[in-house]
C-alpha cells in the first residue's frame, strides 16, 4: 500500500524556519530518489529538492542555500529542513519519488504559509 504522509507546516514570518517531515511507505522510498515539491495557487506543482538514495542532494536557484532535504533510511522518512522563508515560499508542500507524475498517488500535502 502506498503511503505518502506529509507534517509540519504552519505559518511563519519571513525570515522563519520550518522543517517538513515526510513519511513514506518503502515501496516508493527504498528505490527512487526522493523530492519535495510546491504548489502555490494557479501554480503548477514543482520540484524544491532532490535526494537521491546515496544522498546526493539538489535543488533549484529559487531555494538553494536556503532548503536542506535529508532522508532516514531506517525510517523510511524523508526531511525538508526550511530557513529564511521568504513570502513566495507559500504553498502546499508535497513529497514523492523523483520524477513524480501527476497521475502517481500523492498526500495531502502541508500548507506553508509565510506571512511578510
Given at each position: 500500500?502506498?503511503?505518502l504522509?506529509?507534517?509540519?507546516?504552519g505559518?511563519?514570518?519571513?525570515?522563519?524556519?520550518?522543517?517538513?517531515?515526510?513519511?513514506?511507505?518503502?515501496?516508493?522510498f527504498s528505490?527512487?530518489?526522493?523530492?519535495?515539491?510546491?504548489?502555490?495557487?494557479?501554480?503548477?506543482?514543482?520540484?524544491?529538492?532532490?535526494?537521491?538514495?546515496?544522498?546526493?542532494?539538489?535543488?533549484?536557484?529559487?531555494?538553494?542555500?536556503?532548503?536542506?532535504?535529508?532522508?532516514?533510511?531506517?525510517?523510511?522518512?524523508?526531511?525538508?529542513?526550511?530557513?529564511?522563508?521568504?513570502?513566495?515560499?507559500?504553498?502546499?508542500?508535497?513529497?514523492?519519488?523523483?520524477?513524480?507524475?501527476?497521475?502517481?498517488?500523492?498526500?495531502?500535502?502541508?500548507?506553508?504559509?509565510?506571512?511578510s
Open positions: 500500500q502506498v503511503q504522509e506529509e507534517s509540519g507546516g505559518l511563519v514570518q519571513a525570515g522563519g524556519s520550518l522543517r517538513l517531515s515526510c513519511a513514506a511507505s518503502r515501496s516508493i528505490i527512487n530518489a526522493m523530492g519535495w515539491y510546491r504548489q502555490a495557487p494557479g501554480k503548477q506543482r514543482g520540484l524544491v529538492a532532490i535526494i537521491t538514495n546515496g544522498g546526493s542532494t539538489n535543488y533549484p536557484d529559487s531555494v538553494k542555500g536556503r532548503f536542506t532535504i535529508s532522508r532516514d533510511n531506517a525510517k523510511n522518512t524523508v526531511y525538508l529542513q526550511m530557513n529564511s522563508l521568504k513570502p513566495e515560499d507559500t504553498a502546499v508542500y508535497y513529497c514523492n519519488k523523483v520524477p513524480g507524475y501527476e497521475y502517481d498517488y500523492w498526500g495531502q500535502g502541508t500548507q506553508v504559509t509565510v506571512s
